[in-house]
């Protein structure tokens, strides 16, 4: 279900497409529309965050689009890239957080997101999809469970709170960085409602990454499927495919937009190779091609795995 107040949409991740359907025939689309500031400097952005949820609603209303097109429309979109990056506005959050002493106790719950990527592993890696603020309204459910001490989105609520009982000239720009913040998380969360998956935006400092996405699916019990999608700044995009079979046996396909790229991967495959070794995985194909196929074409084969299969559990990532 899907409750709303003044300041925010708070989104329960039911996953019950029945439920959301019968909430959706209730909601009137229009009132999207008025809900946004045209005076606001972020109007464009608004614009097409409110394009984006009209057209979501009524695919789904009307069942006019598949799970894999609803993917594409959250996947393509330019609203995440135009609320700025999650790491990029959560430094400055910090920066803000340290200028405020009534604020400066909270600084260690938003630390822990803004790792390197040779800093993550797979244990903070669980702790930041859990604390991303996608499922806080879940964990408000059972709270007796849950500590929401270090949930992003619980600790933004708060910060947001006391900005705007402050409402003063500064206090109307920081709140700019934290509605954007917020906005990122609850785009996920009605993502993750409409394609019945984990849609959850994950910051982490990488200065070669100007944009990345990951689409993780699971066929059966051991059998696993990951898109990966990267647009680098020295090496352009590069696009890969990943199958996880008989518990740890991987075969890769490497899509490189420019032949530096390619030429930089073959040079070093055999330490691609050890390092999935380290970890007990077997690389037994890894494919590296030309990334002149569009996007769409290229991972026909992924997509298929979907409608082809009945996949389990889906997670799809944005870093």
Known sequence: MLVSNNSTLNIFLANNS???????????????????????????????????????????KDGSKSNINLENL???????KNLGTLASNLSQLLKMLDENKNLSNLKIS????????????????????????????????????????????????????????????????????????????????????????????????????????IQMKQKEENKFFCQINLNLKEFGKLELMLF?????????????ENKDSKSLIRKNISKLKEAFKNIDLVPINIKILDLKIKSD??????????????LSNKINIRV
């Open 74 to 80: 959250f996947k393509n979109s330019d609203i995440f």
């Open 297 to 310: 074409n290229i991972f026909k084969n992924f997509e298929n795995i979907e409608s082809e299969f009945t």
């Open 244 to 256: 996880l079979y008989e518990k740890n046996r991987l075969d890769i396909t490497i899509y490189a």
């Open 110 to 213: 938003f630390e822990p997101f803004l790792k390197t990527l040779k800093d993550i592993n797979n244990l903070n890696i669980k702790d930041m999809i859990s604390n991303s603020g996608i499922f806080l309204e879940n964990k408000l459910l059972n709270s007796s469970k849950f500590n929401l001490d270090f949930d992003l989105k619980a600790n933004l609520l708060k910060i947001q709170e006391f900005f705007i009982n402050k409402n003063d000239a500064n206090s109307n720009e920081n709140l700019k960085v934290i509605n954007n913040l917020l906005s990122q998380i609850e785009l996920s969360q009605i993502a993750s409602i409409a394609l019945n998956s984990n849609f959850i935006v994950i910051p982490f400092l990488w200065d070669l990454l100007e944009d990345g996405f």
């Open 18 to 60: 029945s439920q959301l359907k019968e909430l959706l025939s209730q909601t009137n689309i229009n009132n999207i529309s008025n809900m946004i500031d045209l005076d606001s400097e972020n109007f464009s952005s608004l614009k097409d965050i409110s394009k984006l949820l009209k057209e979501l609603i009524n695919s789904i």
